[in-house]
């Protein structure tokens, strides 16, 4: 079994703060990784994708890919409360995503 | 545009009861996914198709069957209901089954009681 691996959380931030969320995952053979913010009783909806090292940013989220160390994260700068989910990373060598069971984020105001 | 859509909202069943949940997507995506969430164990991928046609198993496919008879509806059949099938059941679709760069988008889901 591939494993992606995130901290349950929950990830407690002021409002207007950074969040940081982390993932890392088993599979050297990953090629994309994304990821999803998921509102309790809704379905996981696609926030960024990322393919190669280095950074990518996307309004407030930015993601960071180090291949190498095997790790992905997600940077909310200007953390609003509407931006309280559970985040989801997803890791893929192709077809098939293998999900982390998510980090839950609460900003406070 | 709709997107993906889901039928039911949500069911309660009997256990050893048949049910086949609907999903439908018009966006033209050649590749579809069922999977389930479950507490604690995040989402589990049941089965998929890359393309019309075609399926495949995934994680946790027993108990399950699909079939894809055409690119916008892939229903998923639940022959004999268990109560471990308890569950919330995501549809999902992707522009294409067999690229690395697969965006997958999300149905609104079904919310399944098996009893």
């Known amino acids: 079994q591939k494993e992606v691996e995130q901290n349950s959380g929950p990830l407690s931030v002021p409002e207007g703060a950074i969040a940081s969320l982390n993932c890392t995952y088993s599979d050297r053979g990953s090629q994309s990784f994304f990821w999803y913010r998921q509102y309790s009783g809704k379905s996981p909806e696609l926030i960024m994708s990322?393919?190669?090292?280095g950074d990518k940013e996307d309004g407030r989220f930015t993601a960071q890919l180090n291949k190498a160390s095997q790790y992905v994260s997600l940077l909310i700068r200007d953390s609003q409360p509407s931006d309280s989910a559970t985040y989801l990373c997803?890791?893929?060598?192709?077809?098939?995503?293998?999900f982390g069971k998510g980090t839950s984020l609460l900003v406070t105001p | 545009t709709a997107g993906i859509t889901q039928a039911p909202t949500s069911q309660i069943l009997a256990a050893g009861r048949s049910m086949t949940l609907r999903c439908t997507q018009d966006m033209r995506h050649n590749a579809m996914y069922w999977y389930r969430q479950d507490l604690g164990l995040g989402l589990r991928l049941i089965h998929y198709s890359n393309t019309a046609g075609t399926t495949g198993k995934g994680e946790v496919p027993d108990g399950y069957s699909v079939s894809r008879a055409n690119t916008d509806d892939f229903p998923l059949t639940l022959a004999s209901a268990v109560p471990s099938q308890t569950s919330v059941y995501f549809c999902a679709s992707s522009p294409s089954g067999s690229d690395s760069y697969n965006e997958q988008f999300f149905g609104p889901g079904t919310r399944l009681t098996v009893l």
């Open positions: 990322i393919y190669s090292n």
């Open positions: 997803a890791v893929t060598p192709g077809y098939a995503l293998n």
